[in-house]
T-cell receptor, first 115, second 109 residues
Framework: EAGVVQSPRYKIIEKKQPVAFWCNPI?????LYWYRQNLGQGPELLIR????????DSQLPKDRFSAERLKGVDSTLKIQPAELGDSAVYLC?????????????FGPGTRLTVL | RKEVEQDPGPFNVPEGATVAFNCTYS??????FFWYRQDCRKEPKLLMS???SGNEDGRFTAQLNRASQYISLLIRDSKLSDSATYLC??????????FGAGTRLTVKP
């Protein structure tokens, strides 16, 4: 089975520029997560989707971050404009909506550097 | 207070040592629990789920204490390849997966 796919793997931009990250979850996984991970920290949830519905976006900085999952499959996370503090790894994960013991599977992440 | 808290580490142990990591969570309604492993510059990967009765997978043993809202991971006979960051993950319900900050382990020859 194919894993979670993310692109790009690396992105370097100047501050105030826009950037977008793409995620394709594992087939059949209804739940999709976007996390941000800073160096030496655990992943912090930005937004969680159940199918196409954003059910938890309380940690998403809505002034500059946006996300969509229009058909309940692929998802895009956007930052506009980027700030220096946005430099981090952005991880996408998916999970089958079944038993509570079902686990998440992560993509390789996008490493963003804002100069 | 963070929802999931772990020993800050780092842990530096010799090969063959036994090492234990602790994790506490604040949401008493949490439903399921996991330990993930993350290698440097890689994504987190599931190490093992944590069951109420405790569970073992080879050299790894996970324990859950719901009354104290506490999870542990024990690694016996440490190998060099066990060097990584270990992340405690709690499902607070409705697929709400929350991570601890991670505990870094270095196993030395």
């Amino acid at each position: 089975e194919a894993g979670v796919v993310q692109s790009p793997r690396y992105k370097i931009i100047e501050k105030k520029q826009p950037v977008a990250f793409w995620c394709n979850p594992i087939s059949g996984h209804n739940t999709l997560y976007w996390y941000r991970q800073n160096l030496g920290q655990g992943p912090e949830l930005l937004i969680r989707y159940e199918n196409e519905e954003a059910v938890d976006d309380s940690q998403l900085p809505k002034d500059r971050f946006s996300a969509e999952r229009l058909k309940g499959v692929d998802s895009t996370l956007k930052i506009q404009p980027a700030e220096l503090g946005d430099s981090a790894v952005y991880l996408c994960a998916s999970r089958r909506r079944g038993a509570s013991t079902d686990t998440q599977y992560f993509g390789p992440g996008t490493r963003l550097t804002v100069l | 207070r963070k929802e999931v808290e772990q020993d800050p580490g780092p842990f530096n142990v010799p090969e063959g040592a036994t090492v234990a990591f602790n994790c506490t969570y604040s949401n008493s309604a949490s439903q399921s629990f996991f330990w993930y492993r993350q290698d440097c510059r890689k994504e987190p990967k599931l190490l093992m789920s944590v069951y109420s009765s405790g569970n073992e997978d080879g050299r790894f043993t996970a324990q859950l204490n719901r009354a104290s809202q506490y999870i542990s991971l024990l690694i016996r006979d440490s190998k060099l390849s066990d060097s990584a960051t270990y992340l405690c993950v709690v499902n607070g319900g409705n697929n709400d997966m929350r991570f601890g900050a991670g505990t870094r382990l270095t196993v030395k020859p």
